[in-house]
């Protein structure tokens, strides 16, 4: 069964961080580009950031570079997103996805696993 599940989030002030982590399993992990994705009551799902299956390069959305950053660690099947400098407009649920073409991808319909997501809320 290929499954992943998001860990990490809760309610934190502006200017907090916050670690997420995306757990693996059921699939190699290290043959799948990683994505974060994140989605605001009536907002639509929006890429932040994605991590290939070769090289680990990354890539990220223009609002949360500087701030955030997104890790793989293939051997214990878990993916991180480290977000520093929270700001309210990072509130939503954040999903991990994985793309078995290990293409780096910001794009949600190009990944074929999803994880159930993890609130994320940043208010003071």
């Known amino acids: 069964q290929l499954q992943l599940v998001e860990s990490g989030g809760g309610l934190v002030q502006p200017g907090e961080s916050l670690r997420l982590s995306c757990a693996a399993s059921?699939?190699?992990?290290?043959?799948?580009?990683i994505g974060w994705f994140r989605q605001a009551p009536g907002k639509e799902r929006e890429g932040v950031s994605c991590i290939s299956s070769s090289d680990g390069s990354t890539d990220y959305v223009d609002s949360v570079k500087g701030r955030f950053t997104h890790s793989r660690d293939n051997a214990k099947h878990m993916v991180y997103l480290q977000m520093n400098s929270l700001k309210p407009e990072d509130t939503a649920v954040y999903y991990c996805a994985a793309d078995v073409r290990g293409v780096c991808s910001r794009k949600w319909y190009e990944y074929d696993y999803w994880g159930q997501g993890t609130q994320v809320t940043v208010s003071s």
């Open positions: 059921g699939f190699t992990l290290d043959h799948y580009a």
